[in-house]
């Protein structure tokens, strides 16, 4: 069964930056895409960026530019470079398999833009 942990949450600024983790377990790794997702307060979860084995990204137009996913396919990780934050991205943020995450889901990072 897949297990997923995200971490480097935090509270921010806005324009700074934060760099999420996310290490997973109990699957083939190289064999999923894997995604990025966001839940902000009463709102749906959206995905905002994803990232194949080979390193082929997509990205949500609210952060493209901004945000850079990356993968390590030896550790198991995907990584999220979030840059010049805005008080809208905001959200508990998830990873997870994309474009069909798994039912499973870790217990998210909060991330917090705010002055």
């Known amino acids: 069964q897949v297990q997923l942990v995200e971490s480097g949450g935090g509270l921010v600024q806005p324009g700074g930056s934060l760099r999420l983790s996310c290490v997973a377990s109990?699957?083939?790794?190289?064999?999923?895409?894997m995604g990025w997702y966001r839940q902000a307060p009463g709102k749906q979860r959206e995905l905002v960026a994803s990232?194949?084995?080979?390193?082929?990204?997509i990205y949500a137009e609210s952060v493209e530019g901004r945000f850079t996913i990356s993968r390590d396919n030896g550790k198991n990780m995907v990584y999220l470079q979030m840059n010049s934050l805005k008080p809208e991205d905001t959200a508990v943020y998830y990873c997870?398999?994309?474009?069909?995450?798994?039912?499973?889901w870790g217990q998210g990072t909060q991330v917090t833009v705010s002055s």
């Open positions: 997870n398999k994309s474009p069909t995450p798994w039912n499973n």
């Open positions: 109990g699957i083939i790794f190289r064999f999923y895409i």
């Open positions: 990232s194949s084995f080979g390193g082929s990204t």
